[in-house]
């Protein structure tokens, strides 16, 4: 059983999370950033910001947003109210526990580059970072607690993870007489049993995240491109990533049909946000 919330301000490293919602959402199709588009009466990045701050793990919660986006501003401020006035209507809730500082940042052209543009705005004191995407809106908070559990334990990097269900098979394009058959060619199975998938928050001593940004930066568009979470980048420094069991509920809030489930997920039988552990 997860431990109750915790501030790590006693008992483990100053913790910053970074949410990262300045993508335009061109799969979830909605012609507007996808941190905008409404999910149960709120917007996506409204459930993702209120899922970090029931945590109660970060000194700091730092959004990257798309450059210019005044609502999406809005939003954020709008957010930081709400800590506030939760805190006044029950103080003792929130004794001993500083609220954490909303920090927004103007994110980049890609996802790595929005990571980057939050790192730069970290305080000081900062310790250790949890990344996480805005899209993953529904992140149950024991989640958040299993990554910064194993970053008070000492691990560099940490990553919550899912096992896979389907059979995953490696392909190429087919050549020569068999394109008239099928586009794919198989070429192997993968052994799913070693298989996971890659959710966030992913967690990560300050240091070492800023090192694996930092070489980052310097891969051409294509390499880039490949960079589709911040462990793969940890990982090319050579450093240990360990892995958590990360939440169904927490999934990627990507194409029309997540968000049905996202909207299912929140109007569920329970009738409660936080349906899985
Ligand atoms: N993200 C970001 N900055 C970018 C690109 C993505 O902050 N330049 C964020 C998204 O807002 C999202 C997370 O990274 O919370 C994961 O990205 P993804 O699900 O791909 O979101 P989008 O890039 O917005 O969607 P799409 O790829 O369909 O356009
Ligand atoms: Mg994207």
């Not at 300050?206 to 930066?217: F, I, N, P, Q, S």
């Not at 090319?236 to 049909?257: C, D, E, M, N, Y």
């Amino acid at each position: 059983m997860d431990s109750a919330p915790t501030n790590t301000s006693a008992d483990g490293p100053v913790t910053a999370v970074i949410v990262v919602a300045a993508g335009s959402g061109q799969r979830l199709g909605y012609g507007m950033p996808k941190a905008k588009v409404p999910l149960g009466g709120d917007s996506i990045l409204t459930h993702a910001l209120r899922g970090v701050a029931a945590a109660g793990i970060a000194q700091q919660i730092c959004v990257a947003i798309p450059p210019g986006d005044t609502e999406l501003h809005a939003l954020c401020e709008a957010f930081t109210k709400e800590l506030k006035a939760e805190r006044r209507s029950t103080p003792a809730a929130g004794q001993g526990v500083q609220l954490p500082v909303v920090t927004i940042v103007d994110g980049g052209a890609t996802r790595a580059a929005s990571v980057r543009a939050a790192l730069a705005a970290l305080l000081p004191a900062t310790e250790a970072v949890l990344v996480h995407d805005a899209a993953r809106a529904l992140t149950p908070e024991a989640v958040f607690h299993r990554v910064s559990q194993a970053l008070a334990a000492g691990a560099v990097a940490v990553i919550p993870v899912m096992p896979v269900v389907d059979t995953v098979k490696t392909v190429e394009p087919t050549t020569g007489d068999g394109a008239a058959i099928a586009p794919e060619l198989v070429t192997g199975t993968a052994a799913r049993e070693t298989l996971r998938a890659v959710q966030t928050p992913q967690g990560f001593e300050l240091g070492t995240l800023r090192r694996a940004h930092e070489t980052a930066a310097s891969l051409d568009a294509g390499q880039a491109a490949a960079v589709t979470d911040d462990a793969m980048l940890v990982e090319l420094l050579g450093v240990p990533v360990h892995a958590v069991r990360g939440a169904s509920q927490s999934l990627k809030i990507t194409t029309p049909l997540d968000l049905i489930i996202a909207e299912g997920l929140l109007e569920g039988p329970l009738g409660v946000r936080w349906v899985e552990g």
